[in-house]
């Protein structure tokens, strides 16, 4: 379908707008294995879903291995560019070093756009992979900005405050350098899309009950509310300080397990004694390490400070509600009725610290975004996008929805009408199916075709034909419920008005960033056609250009290479060329329409081509003695067999 614009068309799957999905795949090559193992081909794939822009996030890969392996990535989709950030480990801080050597694979978001979908006056996509314009903050791949002319994407994948938030001061960083670009474009008088990761939740409704936190202090103040808030600030008032004291025992017991591998390892569990019994009682589930079981049910208290020494968070007498149960009734034999349980999820708040919170307040109010899903689906219940993988919470849609498209209000206006509900099961009596658990359940778990891992270690269960096309639904706002073989989250989608054109100038993208976020579009340069690849490449990376052309004086010499993964096309006039190349001044011009470097800047031998040679220094000190003419012949026929199989080839 098409649809006019005053600078001319765009195409899109669909008519009503620009699709867009966004998606943490937690690693792209896994899991494109797994969409051409059950959808035949990545295109076919994305055809079927009528995407138009496709946002990754945690791709996991390295900028020089999709210079080597495209095609594993899917960079040669046809009809499609793609856009990369990863975590190459190269650029290292010493604010992250540490982390940055860790992570060094991992990470990455990677961006795919239908060329069809920007309006004919601005037909070129420019990216920037380094946008935030920080080191420390751009070395670990995760942000991406993409420009289609009106609107500018942000693809993110934003850091996670890690255990006892150790990360959660980059984390602020971050976000705090995140703001600063977005209003950046806004100044530049485009408008902001801000899709990804964002690891943080937006409202208590945003996680599953079990999981929102509840301050245990801020509780013991709700007692004047009604008679069921006094009875439960009873119950934590009599029993509580007993619980807290066997916890800040920080017990532990190794237990023996078998992997998926069949191999024995050693996990944690933390452990407390039964105020009756005096036995033991396992609490929580499973961790890698002891210092990982020690640290759950942990109540004395954990300030985190920036690194000016500000306070940006204090986790004291805090516990999530789902574990505020259990010591209740593991340790003091406490079952709390279902009238208190839902009083007790009423006060408890997103699992998020207060300073993400804040962040998040400020973009939605002071910068005027719009949480699309929020305000699309204001009855959704229980709609995650995230569930614990090794734990199969999906399967009883225990998540939370950390994945989210923003936009701008002003785009917010301009997107079309919402058609259809949400992926989900049908409810009688006229009731949305969005507002319901039951459909909620259904959508993650394809109407219960996807079942939890048996427990013989062989891992997750192959769905059927159906369950694989369960996740195929018209372009809406909402959940696109992907199998769980392919990642632990879902993906999220909206539809977004088509784009128009403004002046480039105004981007905070160029020609130079664009290609820097294409490693995979690294072209063979001239040189490599006599130097060989390993040599040629480390003259530095070769033009990205979208179109290549090599041009001799008077030759009618055009090689065409418009995209990779598409038909190249090369007419040479081989006689012409070879005449042309024996000429003690030919140029090249490489990649006309681009600013890359070429070997026009340096002057060139005028028999084998290349920069640096005896025969060129001496030509220049006019030394050109019999040994050179002597090897004129040879050196010719060789080095122009070997810019004939270069252009075969290219």
């Known amino acids: 379908m098409s649809a006019s614009h005053d600078c001319g068309f765009v195409h899109s799957t669909t008519s009503r707008g620009i699709h867009i999905i966004s998606w943490n795949v937690a690693g792209w090559i896994k899991t494109l294995q797994y969409i051409e193992k059950h959808h035949g081909s990545l295109k076919d794939w994305l055809d079927a879903h009528n995407v138009d822009i496709l946002a990754l996030q945690e791709v996991k890969t390295t900028s020089k291995r999709l210079e080597s392996e495209p095609a594993i990535h899917g960079c040669r989709c046809p009809g499609f560019e793609t856009f990369w950030s990863c975590c190459d480990g190269s650029t290292a801080t010493p604010g992250n070093a540490a982390d940055v050597k860790?992570?060094?694979?991992?990470?990455?978001?990677?961006?795919?756009?239908?060329?069809?979908?920007?309006?004919?006056?601005?037909?070129?996509?420019?990216?920037?992979?380094?946008?935030?314009e920080v080191p420390e903050l751009d070395s670990e791949g995760r942000c991406l900005v993409t420009d289609h002319g009106s609107f500018v994407v942000f693809n993110v994948y934003v850091p996670n405050s890690g255990m006892g938030s150790r990360r959660l001061p980059y984390k602020l960083k971050f976000l705090r350098r995140l703001r600063e670009k977005m209003s950046e474009v806004r100044r530049g008088g485009k408008q902001v899309v801000l899709v990804g990761d964002l690891n943080m939740r937006s409202r208590a409704l945003d996680s599953a009950p079990a999981f929102r936190v509840v301050n245990l202090d801020r509780l013991r103040q709700c007692r004047s509310q009604n008679d069921e808030y006094a009875a439960l600030v009873g119950i934590f008032e009599r029993y509580w300080p007993q619980v807290v004291a066997q916890l800040d025992e920080r017990r532990t017991k190794p237990f023996t397990v078998t992997n998926a591998k069949k191999e024995k390892i050693v996990k944690f569990r933390r452990v407390a004694r039964n105020l009756q019994t005096s036995l033991d009682v396992d609490l929580g589930d499973l961790q890698d390490s002891e210092e990982h079981a020690q640290y759950m049910y942990h109540l004395s208290g954990?300030?985190?400070r920036n690194a000016d020494g500000v306070e940006i968070s204090r986790l004291r007498n805090e516990l999530c509600v789902g574990d505020v149960v259990d010591c209740l009734r593991l340790i003091a034999n406490q079952t709390l009725p279902a009238n208190l349980l839902q009083r007790l999820q009423e006060h408890a708040r997103p699992a998020e610290s207060a300073s993400c919170q804040d962040w998040m307040q400020a973009i939605l109010e002071d910068d005027a975004m719009v949480d699309t899903f929020a305000a699309r689906r204001p009855d959704a219940v229980d709609r995650f996008t995230c569930w614990e993988q090794y734990r199969a919470r999906r399967y009883s849609n225990d998540g939370t929805r950390i994945d989210y498209i923003l936009v701008d209000s002003e785009l917010y206006a301009a997107m079309p009408p919402e058609q259809g509900s949400l992926n989900g099961v049908s409810t009688a009596g006229g009731v949305s199916s969005d507002a319901t658990a039951d459909a909620a359940l259904a959508a993650c778990?394809?109407?219960?075709?996807?079942?939890?891992?048996?427990?013989d270690g062989d891992g997750l269960q192959d769905g059927s034909a159906a369950a694989y096309q369960h996740q195929f639904w018209p372009a809406h706002t909402g959940m696109v419920y992907t199998p769980p073989q392919m990642s632990d989250h879902i993906g999220v989608s909206t539809v977004l008005p088509f784009p128009h054109s403004l002046p480039a100038s105004r981007s905070v993208c160029s020609g130079k960033s664009t290609r820097r976020a294409q490693p995979h579009?690294?072209?063979?340069?001239?040189?490599?056609?006599?130097?060989?690849?390993?040599?040629?490449?480390?003259?530095?990376?070769?033009?990205?250009?979208?179109?290549?052309?090599?041009?001799?004086?008077?030759a009618a010499t055009t090689l065409a290479a418009h995209e990779i993964g598409e038909q190249v096309t090369a007419k040479v006039e081989a006689s012409t060329f070879l005449a042309s190349a024996s000429s003690s001044e030919t140029s090249f011009r490489v990649g006309a329409a681009t600013t890359a470097p070429s070997l026009a800047n340096a002057r060139l031998c005028h028999k084998c081509l290349c920069k640096e040679c005896k025969c060129t220094s001496r030509k220049r000190r006019g030394e050109a003695g019999k040994g050179a003419r002597r090897s004129t012949s040879a050196s010719k026929s060789s080095k122009n067999s070997s810019m004939l199989r270069f252009l075969s080839n290219a």
Do not use: D
């Not at 991992?106 to 935030?132: D, E, H, I, Q, Y």
């Not at 778990?445 to 427990?455: L, V």
């Not at 063979?524 to 090599?550: E, K, V």
């Open 521 to 554: 579009r690294a072209q063979p340069t001239i040189a490599s056609a006599f130097l060989g690849p390993s040599r040629a490449h480390q003259r530095g990376p070769s033009a990205p250009a979208t179109a290549t052309a090599i041009t001799a004086p008077g």
């Open 445 to 455: 778990t394809a109407n219960g075709e996807w079942r939890p891992p048996s427990f």
């Open 302 to 304: 954990n300030v985190v």
């Open 102 to 132: 860790k992570n060094k694979g991992f990470n990455g978001v990677a961006t795919f756009v239908r060329k069809s979908v920007m309006p004919k006056c601005t037909p070129t996509v420019l990216a920037n992979a380094a946008v935030l």
